[in-house]
């Protein structure tokens, strides 16, 4: 058998191994995700008022994300901040999202950045009239709290990391994004 044919042909048995250690240990069944979304609603700007400690977006202030309905019915999505300080260096990316099972579990989507590579996207709160959330990726490192305006009221910001505790987020670990706005 060529080389080149098997790697290529274990590549999606290595993914779903890497992808499954990444949850098992961690003591904590998945998440539950909202059942409804109405994605017109979800869409346009949303201001990232806290996340977990993460690589990908270490140091941005300013950060946002926003949605968009492309023509073939995904979604994009544009990330976008400022480095160290809103008068840094600005950082943009680009991906696309979109929802496996719209039926059965609205709330899940799956996002790319890479054509290769995608990763969940869990709306495991969402206020009634779409003005806050609060996303969950693969597991429990992941975690972000959104509000449609730079500013999110305390006390509801308090219920929403008292939610993420509650289901065993390292809430303690979270990171207020500045979001100073000129």
Same mark, same amino acid.
């Given at each position: 058998?060529?080389?080149?044919?098997?790697?290529?042909?274990?590549?999606?048995?290595?993914?779903?191994?890497?992808?499954?250690?990444?949850?098992?240990?961690?003591?904590?069944?998945?998440?539950?995700?909202?059942?409804?979304?109405?994605?017109?609603?979800?869409?346009? /700007?949303?201001?990232?008022?806290?996340?977990?400690?993460?690589?990908?977006?270490?140091?941005?202030?300013?950060?946002?994300?926003?949605?968009?309905?492309?023509?073939?019915?995904?979604?994009?999505?544009?990330?976008?901040?400022?480095?160290?300080?809103?008068?840094?260096?600005?950082?943009?990316?680009?991906?696309?999202?979109?929802?496996?099972?719209?039926?059965?579990?609205?709330?899940?989507?799956?996002?790319?950045?890479?054509?290769?590579?995608?990763?969940?996207?869990?709306?495991?709160?969402?206020?009634?009239?779409?003005?806050?959330?609060?996303?969950?990726?693969?597991?429990? /490192?992941?975690?972000?709290?959104?509000?449609?305006?730079?500013?999110?009221?305390?006390?509801?910001?308090?219920?929403?990391?008292?939610?993420?505790?509650?289901?065993?987020?390292?809430?303690?670990?979270?990171?207020?994004?500045?979001?100073?706005?000129?």
């Amino acid at each position: 058998m060529n080389r080149s044919f098997w790697m290529m042909s274990m590549l999606p048995a290595i993914f779903l191994f890497v992808g499954c250690a990444g949850m098992i240990g961690n003591g904590n069944p998945p998440m539950p995700i909202v059942k409804s979304v109405e994605l017109n609603r979800y869409t346009g /700007k949303w201001y990232e008022i806290a996340r977990l400690n993460h690589r990908f977006e270490r140091g941005l202030t300013n950060v946002t994300a926003t949605y968009s309905i492309r023509p073939d019915g995904n979604i994009e999505v544009v990330n976008a901040g400022f480095k160290e300080s809103p008068q840094g260096k600005f950082s943009t990316i680009t991906g696309k999202a979109w929802q496996p099972d719209p039926e059965g579990q609205a709330g899940y989507l799956r996002v790319s950045f890479f054509w290769w590579f995608s990763s969940p996207y869990n709306i495991v709160f969402l206020d009634n009239d779409y003005r806050y959330a609060m996303v969950t990726g693969p597991n429990r /490192k992941y975690l972000w709290i959104l509000s449609r305006t730079p500013d999110l009221d305390e006390t509801i910001y308090q219920s929403m990391v008292e939610l993420a505790q509650r289901n065993g987020f390292a809430t303690q670990e979270l990171i207020k994004v500045i979001q100073k706005w000129d």
